[in-house]
Structures are given as structure tokens and as C-alpha cells.
RNA sequence: GGUUGUGUAGCUCAAUUGGAUAGAGCAUCUGACUACGAAUCAGAAGGUUUAAGGUUCGACUCCUUACACGACCA
């Protein structure tokens, strides 16, 4: 990984000091530990504590105390056993640290319990600063060109572009939380030999039908007669195959494929009735995407269409042949040669001059980054296309780019059905539209036996099944980290209990709940500087709060929208452990109360905020 | 055949990048709504982390080999 070499990183974020613009606190907190420890170290003794040992992680649950140290490294160094040095230190720390009310020592792990004070300390440099403040991320690139969605025209979304879409949008919105610019581009796949197979069906069977006359959304009337396309070209195969062709070249001389190439060959020469197809039905699909791209709330900066950057591509494809990196075969076409960079021999261009997938994503980088000007540019493509990927880059350093080394595919695994494989070509995929239909009915009937929101105005009652739909499944979908395959049951999948986006929506809609109480009973805000002693499940809140942070920096770092889904999981989840612990609103102490209501209310911030990054809404009352 | 990814509880996923007794949710069982929303909380049970070696204070994590599944490249 390349991140942090490029040249637009600020300062700060190299050094990894936080200043005031950034969210810091909890480093503080970890920073005042470790000085003090190293403090301790150096008066018990005489020496320091290697860098690599000082981190802290959090206690785990099971123990008393709220960060670690483990001690096992330190044995060779100082001279003692683990618990020996545990113990010297903890006793240190509690007599001379004001910030440790005390410790425990398990083994070669000596637990830090932090005083009250601190906690408090730090919910006050929490609550200075807005939650949407940007993150400090060392390493982070600063300028980012994220590419994803990247549809086909041919035929509708379907399950693996959600997946694509939510991980996209998420890791765009991720870096955007660190201060980065972010660019969303979306890379129109709008012509080929599969555009020109429902072309061609269309031109046979469609009968002039159109989305309107139809009924049919646009996405969907072409997948239509994509579909159709292969079920005649396949039956026009199966005769071959039994007047005794042999399979492959049935495959290729089946009527209907020399048919669609020709189409292809008449659209790259400006056949005036193919573009004019072309056109009216790529509208329509794209009319068909605008309402799904709307509809599951991902958006794009700018779109780029391969169209339109093909020809740039054959223009690199010169260019490399000119420098001498690219080679001319007997037969005309053009190839790279791969094989020092541990790949293979690569074809550029085809001997009748087309281009290939590979020219076009050649001249869409160059183009992006005339555009933008990136340190790094993300492509969001499933694993089936590492390898592509790497003779991407390895072939844009071969043409000596300054952009090669910044490319990065975040590659992600399939999405399986019960079934099998999803296949677009025998009809067993499920279709974006209608998954979200599904869900959206299902969170209907969810909210509707629960009974909780009498009396909504229908339009806000609609929104919020929605929202609730589309909660489930883009947090089911981005908990899962990217590059693992993933299993989809229709039935059982999507649950709004336990570990789901409804559960931190739900967690949200309490807290808009205690919100709306405290104001009709006028038991609003109020200053808590008297308060000296915190509930447990109060500094673990508060801890929790202060892991925010820690966590969008890490999601960013690994363009991993599962990092904020397992924080925004715990946030919600000790915050119910609070609530079911202590009153707030029944709290009679004055003082106890406010602080109660401000990290409640800062707690619902911050939900909402993390959610975001998901691309995912938090509602007020469900 | 070559390259590469994955393999953790019945199921779906985690594990702070080498740290404690491998954690959650679903499903199963038990308990909690006259303090603020039970889509919640508290608890029980469920594991030889595919297998065998190795590295070390310490391995789901790193190394070697094998097996299974997937993807890509001929």
C-alpha cells in the first residue's frame, strides 16, 4: 500500500499531531498514559520504554480497568518478570498519576483504571467540538478519486452492485471524514459487444416498445431483450452443435453473434441508425439507474463513459508502442509484455484496431487524473478482477504514469446466494429494485406490529420504512469485510434484531425519545461540573465516544466501512447498557441529570454521524 | 497446471494487525417492562480456529506442507 506518499498530506497528518480543526481527545488520554508510564519507567527503572511496546489497547471486558499495557516485552529489557514489572509500575503510577485511581495486574497485562476526573475531563473536550469534525489520519491521502458502480447498460443492478455502491459511497464518505477531497466517479460501461446484444434483440422483437408504453423501467425493458438475446442466440447454438458443429465454433458462428459484431462494427464507424438505437436506449437506461442510484441513496461527482474515453486509450496505446514498452505482433495486434513483473504477455489492442476492456480503463486514468490530480484513485471492482487490476497498473508504470502507483483496487468477494453463484445470464440474480422493494414491505409490516409510531403522517410513515429497509441491508452488507466472499439468504438474512442497522436505529430513535420528553418537561441542559463521580456504564460510554477517532482513522486507512459498523454496533450497545442501568430523565440529582442528558444527546450524534458514513439514516422515533 | 483469495460455535459474522479465558448476533433455554421505547437488557449453553509440523514468553494471526471451496490466467 501506498497511502501517505504522495505529495498533498499535510503536515499534521504525517506527524500525527492532532490539533484543534481534527478530533482527537482519547489521544490525549493515551498520550498522557504512555508519557506517564514512560515517567514510571525511567523513576523505577532507570529506563525507557521502547516505542514498540508503549501502545495501550483497551481492557477487554472481563477485567477491571479501562486501557492495557502489555508487559511480556519488556522482561528482556528491564531485567523482571512480567507481573514484577506490572505491579512496579501500576503502584508508581497510582501514587504519583493522579490520572490512575488504581490497577490490576493479570500476567504480563497491567490494566489502568482511570479516575472519574479524566473521564469527565475528556466528555468536556468531547462536547467543545462539533461530532462532524473532520478526523485526524495520519497517512491518509488527501486528494481521492473513488470509482465505483461502474454498471453496464445492458441490463439492471442487482445484488453485487449493491454490495459495490454501499462499499463505494461508504469509503468515499469514510476519507471524506478525514478532511480528504473526495471525487465519487461513477464509469459508465455503456458500449461493447453486450450492448449491442440488446440492441440487436430490440431491433428483432421489441415492436417499437418503450419504457412508457411498457410499463417497464428502462434498466429493466433492456435487461429484457438482453435476456431475450441469449436465450435465442443460445437455442441458435444447440442447433449447430446438432447439424455437428463443434461447440466453440458454434459459439462464434452462431447468426446472432456475427450479427451483434457487426452492430458493434457499424457503432464504432458512426452508423448513423445504430447510434441513433444506441442512444435512445442507453436513455432509457440510464433513466432506469438515476431512480436507483435515488432510491438507495449513493450519488457520483462525475460520471465518466467508456464511450467517451476509448479513444483516449488507443491514443496510449501509441504512445506506449512509440516508447518502445508496447510490441506490434505479426498479425497487427498490439501487446505489453508483463512477465518481469511476475504477470503474463497482455493484449492492448485487437489486430483489427478495436479496442479491448483494458484500452479504455487506460485512457479513463489518464483522464481522471487530468481531472483531479490524485494521490490516490480507488476503483471499487469485484475480485474476479484482481488480475485485470494489476496489469492495469503494472501497464501504466510500463508507460512510466505518475499516477501507476496510485491506484488502488479495493477488491471485494461475490455475493452468494443459498443457491449457487449469481448469474445475470440464467436469470438467477436478485434484482436491486425488487430486493429493496422486499425489505422496504417487510420493515412495513415489522414497524406496523410493533405499533410504536400511531398517528404518523403517511408520506413520514413511508420515508421511514424506507429508511429502515435500506438500514438493514446496507449495514448487512458493509459489516463484512470487503474482501470476503459473503452468503445472501433471502429469508433469512436480513433480521432487525441483534446485530443490524435497525438495532443502532432503534438505539437512535430512544434517544430522540428522551430528547423529546426532556423538553416537554423542561428538563433540559443544565451545567454538570459538580459531578466527581461517574456510573461505570457512564465512563464506558464516554470511552466509547472518544474511540471515534481511533475508528474512522483505521476505516480510512483500510477502506473499511466494517470498522465504523462494529464501532457504531458497540457505541449503541453500551449506550443500552446505560439506559436499562440508570434514570436519566427520572435521575433526581440536578447535576447528574444534565450529564446524563448530554451524553445521551451526544451519544445520538455520534450515531448518526457513524451511520452516515454507512450511508445509512437514523430515524427519530420508529 | 500456474497465480491468488478464503476456511473461526448449528447458521451469519468479529477478534484493536503477534497478546489475557477466541467475541457478537441469529436459532435454543432462563430471567427482566407502574424509571425514561422489550426492534432492548441480564444470563445459560454452544469452539482441538480445516489438518499436521515450525518460529516464541505468547499464534485465528507469521513460515512450511497438505486438504476443501472460489476467482483469475493459459
Not at 477491571?64 to 511480556?72: C, D, P
Request: one cysteine or more; a negative charge.
Amino acid at each position: 500500500m501506498r497511502w501517505g506518499e504522495g505529495s498533498g498530506v499535510s503536515a499534521d497528518a504525517v506527524t500525527g499531531v492532532c490539533r484543534p480543526p481534527y478530533l482527537c481527545p482519547v489521544q490525549t488520554l493515551e498520550n498522557d498514559l504512555k508519557n506517564a508510564l514512560q515517567t514510571a519507567a525511567q523513576a523505577v527503572f532507570g529506563q525507557d520504554i521502547p516505542a514498540s511496546a508503549l501502545a495501550l489497547q483497551p481492557t477487554r471486558k472481563e477485567f477491571a480497568g479501562s486501557f492495557t499495557l502489555v508487559t511480556f516485552p519488556l522482561t528482556k529489557a528491564f531485567g523482571k518478570g512480567p507481573e514484577q514489572i506490572g505491579q512496579a509500575l501500576g503502584e508508581w503510577l497510582k501514587t504519583n498519576e493522579p490520572r490512575v485511581r488504581g490497577f490490576n495486574v493479570v500476567k504480563g497485562f497491567l490494566n489502568l483504571e482511570v479516575a472519574d476526573a479524566e473521564w469527565l475531563k475528556l466528555l468536556h473536550a468531547l462536547l467543545a467540538q462539533p461530532a462532524t469534525a473532520p478526523v485526524n489520519a495520519p497517512g491518509v491521502p488527501r486528494r481521492v478519486v473513488v470509482e465505483y458502480s461502474s454498471p453496464n447498460t445492458n441490463k439492471p443492478l442487482h445484488l453485487g452492485h449493491l454490495r459495490n455502491n454501499f462499499l463505494g459511497y461508504s469509503v468515499a464518505e469514510i476519507l471524506k471524514a478525514t478532511g480528504a477531497t473526495v471525487t465519487k466517479a461513477n464509469l459508465v460501461n455503456d458500449r461493447g459487444i453486450h450492448i449491442c446484444k440488446s440492441m440487436l434483440a430490440y431491433q428483432r422483437f421489441g415492436q417499437g416498445e418503450t419504457p412508457a408504453s411498457a410499463g417497464i423501467k428502462g434498466d429493466h425493458l433492456t435487461g429484457k431483450y438482453y435476456v431475450l438475446f441469449e436465450r435465442h442466440y443460445r437455442e441458435e447454438v444447440r442447433q449447430l452443435e446438432a447439424e455437428g458443429v463443434a461447440p466453440d465454433v458454434a459459439k462464434r458462428k452462431a447468426p446472432l453473434m456475427l450479427e451483434a459484431q457487426q452492430m458493434l462494427q457499424q457503432w464504432e464507424a458512426h452508423d448513423e441508425a445504430v447510434v441513433g438505437l444506441w442512444k435512445q436506449m442507453n436513455g432509457w437506461v440510464y433513466e432506469g439507474f438515476d431512480q436507483t442510484y435515488k432510491n438507495i441513496g449513493v450519488d457520483f461527482d462525475k460520471f465518466y463513459y467508456e464511450s467517451g474515453t476509448y479513444l483516449l486509450g488507443k491514443e496510449r496505446v501509441e504512445e506506449g508502442l512509440q516508447k518502445g514498452v508496447f510490441f506490434r505482433k505479426d498479425d497487427g495486434s498490439v501487446w505489453v509484455d508483463l512477465q518481469a513483473e511476475g504477470l503474463d504477455e497482455k493484449l492492448l489492442l485487437r489486430a483489427d484496431g478495436t479496442s479491448v476492456y483494458i484500452t479504455q480503463d487506460l485512457g479513463t486514468a489518464e483522464l481522471k487524473y487530468q481531472d483531479f490530480g490524485y494521490d490516490s484513485s480507488i476503483y471499487v471492482i469485484a475480485d474476479e478482477q484482481n488480475y485485470h487490476m494489476q496489469v492495469l497498473q503494472a501497464t501504466l508504470a510500463k508507460l512510466g504514469k505518475p499516477y501507476a502507483a496510485a491506484i488502488h483496487h479495493l477488491s471485494y468477494g461475490m455475493v452468494d446466494l443459498p443457491s449457487g453463484k449469481m448469474k445475470s445470464r440464467e436469470g438467477t440474480v436478485v434484482d436491486a429494485d425488487e430486493l429493496v422493494r422486499d425489505m422496504v414491505a417487510t420493515a412495513k409490516a415489522t414497524t406496523l406490529e410493533m405499533g410504536k409510531i400511531d398517528g404518523m403522517p403517511e408520506a413520514e410513515a413511508d420515508e421511514l420504512f424506507h429508511t429502515l429497509a435500506m438500514g438493514a441491508l446496507k449495514y448487512f452488507l458493509l459489516k463484512v469485510e470487503p474482501k470476503k466472499r459473503m452468503l445472501f439468504n433471502p429469508e433469512e438474512s436480513i433480521n432487525f434484531q441483534g446485530h443490524t442497522g435497525p438495532f443502532i436505529q432503534y438505539t437512535n430513535a430512544r434517544i430522540a425519545a428522551l430528547g423529546r420528553k426532556s423538553q416537554e418537561q423542561n428538563l433540559t441542559g443544565g451545567d454538570f461540573g459538580s459531578v466527581t463521580e461517574l456510573h461505570e456504564t457512564e465512563a464506558e460510554l464516554i470511552q466509547h465516544l472518544a474511540a471515534y477517532p481511533a475508528a474512522v482513522a483505521e476505516a480510512a486507512r483500510q477502506l473499511a466501512p466494517s470498522i465504523i459498523s462494529q464501532y457504531a454496533y458497540d457505541l449503541a450497545k453500551a449506550f443500552n447498557r446505560f439506559y436499562a442501568e440508570v434514570p436519566v430523565l427520572a435521575e433526581d440529582n440536578v447535576a447528574k441529570r444534565a450529564l446524563r442528558l448530554a451524553l445521551t444527546a451526544r451519544v445520538g450524534e455520534q450515531l448518526r454521524v457513524s451511520m452516515g458514513l454507512l450511508g445509512i439514516r437514523v430515524p427519530e422515533r420508529m
